[in-house]
């Protein structure tokens, strides 16, 4: 089941991810559709990151340090997106720190499945 919510933390990150990709692209139709979903895969990220963390603990010691370590960086980053998101009123404060946030959460899930996979 921790393998199961980690594939449903990265598939909530791909979809919101993708709504980046469709703006980028100039895609009106896909960027619609992504704007539709952004909320619900936020949704799906959230409580999947924190299911993923509550299933992982027990198995901790018998990981790398580099894995964990990228995790709980990724699960705070995450939160941190979510909860400046509603809390940042200053629409060009928010998208701007949601972007940095976002860019570098990225980085880190990439980093932490890698370590997952060596």
């Known amino acids: 089941m921790r393998i199961v919510t980690g594939y449903l933390c990265l598939i ?8 980046f990709v469709a703006r980028k692209w100039g895609n009106e ?4 559709l992504f704007r539709r979903w952004h909320k619900p895969a936020s949704g799906i990220f959230f409580l999947a990151a924190i299911l993923h963390l509550i299933l992982v603990i ?13 995790g709980a960086v990724s699960f705070f980053l995450g939160m941190l997106v979510i909860l400046l998101g509603h809390t940042i ?3 060009g404060k928010n998208m701007l720190w949601h972007r940095i946030l976002s860019v570098i959460l990225t980085g880190f899930v990439a980093l932490h499945m890698v370590f997952f996979f060596i």
């Open 12 to 19: 909530g990150l791909l979809v919101l991810l993708f709504k």
């Open 29 to 32: 139709k896909m960027n619609a």
């Open 58 to 70: 027990p198995v901790l010691k018998e990981r790398p340090p580099l894995l964990w370590g990228t």
């Open 89 to 91: 009123k200053d629409k």
